[in-house]
Structures are given as structure tokens and as C-alpha cells.
Nanobody, 124 residues
Framework: QVHLVESGGGLVQAGGSLRLSCAAS????????MGWFRQAPGKEREFVAT????????YYTNSVKGRFTISRDNANNTVYLQMNTLKPEDTAVYYC?????????????????WGQGTQVTVSS
């Protein structure tokens, strides 16, 4: 069993920054890719970013490219999402997830375990 706990969400003005963290336990963290997803009110959950197990490969959805950065610290079993130049449309609950393999893409079925989410609200 894997336990994922997200933190770092909150209320921020447009143009501001937040750094989300996701602490993992119960599985060999460094053996699997990790991802971030988000779900806005009234919308389906969508992919945000993913990082390979060693952190050498990253992939982002187009709407966050150049603004968000995913990274990981395998020594501390933590994955991060640095979010800059935030926009009101970034408002959502953000979830981290553990992939089933060393590299993963944007599909939810590629991820085996999910956290409970952290709320990010961007005011205009």
C-alpha cells in the first residue's frame, strides 16, 4: 500500500506562486514515475505534469508549460510542483499520483496510487 500526502496549497493572487509537495510512503519511491493532476469545480480531473523515476524526463500539459516545474527528491520520498505566474484558471484541487512504471504519461490509468488532494485557489 502507498500513502501520498499533498501539502502547500492555498489562496494566492493571480501572478503569484505556490509550491506543492507530495510525501510518499509505503513503496520504493525512486522506482516509479510520479505525476500531478488537478480537478477544477465542475470539471473532470486533468493531467498537469509527470516526472520519471530518476527525474531525467518531465512532461507537462500545454497550459502550464513555462510556468510550472515538477521535480523530485528521491532521498526524501517527495515530489514537488513549483507553480509560478498563477492564473485564476489554475484554481483546482491538485493531486499527486504514483505511476505503475518508471516513466508515465498523461493517462490516469498509468497511475496506481493517489493522494487526497490539496486546494489551490487563484484570485483575480
Amino acid at each position: 500500500q502507498v500513502h501520498l500526502v499533498e501539502s502547500g496549497g492555498g489562496l494566492v493572487q493571480a501572478g503569484g506562486s505556490l509550491r506543492l509537495s507530495c510525501a510518499a510512503s509505503g513503496r520504493t519511491f525512486s522506482s516509479y514515475a510520479m505525476g500531478w493532476f488537478r480537478q477544477a469545480p465542475g470539471k473532470e480531473r486533468e493531467f498537469v505534469a509527470t516526472i520519471s523515476r530518476k527525474g531525467t524526463n518531465t512532461y507537462y500539459t500545454n497550459s502550464v508549460k513555462g510556468r510550472f516545474t515538477i521535480s523530485r527528491d528521491n532521498a526524501n520520498n517527495t515530489v514537488y510542483l513549483q507553480m509560478n505566474t498563477l492564473k485564476p484558471e489554475d484554481t483546482a484541487v491538485y493531486y499527486c499520483a504514483t505511476a505503475r512504471t518508471v516513466v508515465a504519461g498523461p493517462r490516469e490509468y498509468e497511475y496506481a496510487y493517489w493522494g487526497q488532494g490539496t486546494q489551490v485557489t487563484v484570485s483575480s
